[in-house]
């Protein structure tokens, strides 16, 4: 049984993020737009050409700075949902030292992991012809299955604790 109050504060947190999810995909219809059809991209790819004179280099940077970028231009809706809206309801259990703490983890697994798969890739679509899309998809399966079996191991640990369970009902 769900009591009326609980019933509407489920209701009221439901409302907030429908409307704050609104507003998130407004802002990212702005960025992509921002990054399309007013050139963000292309100025940022030549910017990186100057610098780094094309290249596998080139290519991983201008993925690189596209995320970190991409990243910095969220960053204050993953603040607001976390400590505003989620605290406003009574779930965030999350520090703000914690919440800095995770996001610096995940960008370096996600570079670790993200900028090998993704130099892989760039060289395939320069080696292997016309099928390199095929080459890519083998690729892309095998880095997913892989990932099956490191996340929850390897990766999953890093932004988690996790315990054996107590109750002997519930294993």
């Known amino acids: 049984t769900i009591t009326l109050r609980a019933h509407q504060k489920a209701a009221d947190y439901t409302v907030a993020k429908s409307r704050f999810a609104i507003l998130e995909?407004?802002?990212?219809?702005?960025?992509?737009?921002?990054?399309?059809?007013?050139?963000?991209?292309?100025?940022l790819n030549r910017v990186l050409a100057d610098l780094l004179a094309g290249g596998m280099w080139q290519q991983l940077a201008l993925l690189a700075s596209?995320?970190?970028?991409?990243?910095?231009?969220?960053?204050?809706?993953?603040?607001?949902?976390?400590?505003?809206?989620?605290?406003?309801?009574?779930?965030?259990k999350m520090t703000f030292r914690l919440w800095v703490a995770d996001a610096f983890k995940g960008m370096l697994v996600g570079a670790a992991i993200g900028l090998p798969l993704a130099a892989l890739i760039l060289w395939l679509m320069g080696?292997?012809?016309?099928?390199?899309?095929?080459?890519?998809?083998?690729?892309?399966?095998?880095?997913?299955?892989?990932?099956?079996?490191?996340?929850?191991?390897?990766i999953a640990p890093l932004f988690n604790k996790f315990q054996p369970l107590d109750d002997a009902t519930l294993k």
Do not use: C, K
Request: hydrophobic content about 60%; charged content about 10%.
């Open 25 to 43: 995909m407004a802002w990212a219809s702005v960025v992509l737009l921002g990054w399309t059809l007013l050139g963000g991209l292309d100025w």
């Open 127 to 154: 080696a292997a012809g016309s099928r390199w899309w095929l080459w890519a998809w083998l690729v892309w399966v095998g880095f997913n299955l892989t990932l099956m079996l490191i996340y929850p191991t390897f």
């Open 66 to 92: 596209f995320s970190l970028v991409s990243g910095l231009l969220e960053l204050p809706f993953s603040l607001w949902q976390t400590f505003r809206l989620e605290e406003r309801f009574g779930f965030n």
